[in-house]
């Protein structure tokens, strides 16, 4: 069974930044892709942004620009580079992986934007 553990969430202040990490309990590079998903309060998950193993990227479009997916497959993390962080992004924050047929999801990190 595959673990992903995220950390990094935090109280931020709009405008700030945070960068999160997700460390999967085996390679990287075993996975078809990876990514970052949210859930805001009283609202459902969504997809904020993925990452191949090809390295190819996608983001959802209200984080184009501000949000970056990168993994570094040395290191074996995952990390999303948050700027320009707005109320709109206070949300759980969920790392998953696809291998195969199947699907993994982390316990989520928090992150709460507000002054």
């Known amino acids: 069974q595959v673990q992903l553990v995220e950390s990094g969430g935090d109280l931020v202040q709009p405008g700030g930044s945070l960068s999160l990490s997700c460390v999967p309990s085996?390679?990287?590079?075993?996975?078809?892709?990876m990514g970052w998903y949210r859930q805001p309060p009283g609202k459902q998950r969504e997809l904020v942004a993925l990452?191949?193993?090809?390295?190819?990227?996608r983001y959802m479009t209200p984080v184009k620009g501000r949000f970056t997916i990168s993994a570094d497959n040395a290191k074996n993390i995952m990390y999303l580079q948050m700027n320009n962080l707005k109320p709109e992004d206070t949300a759980v924050y969920f790392c998953?992986?696809?291998?195969?047929?199947?699907?993994?999801w982390g316990q989520g990190t928090r992150v709460t934007v507000s002054s």
């Open positions: 085996e390679a990287i590079a075993n996975f078809n892709y």
């Open positions: 998953n992986a696809y291998k195969g047929v199947s699907l993994y």
């Open positions: 990452i191949g193993n090809d390295g190819e990227t």
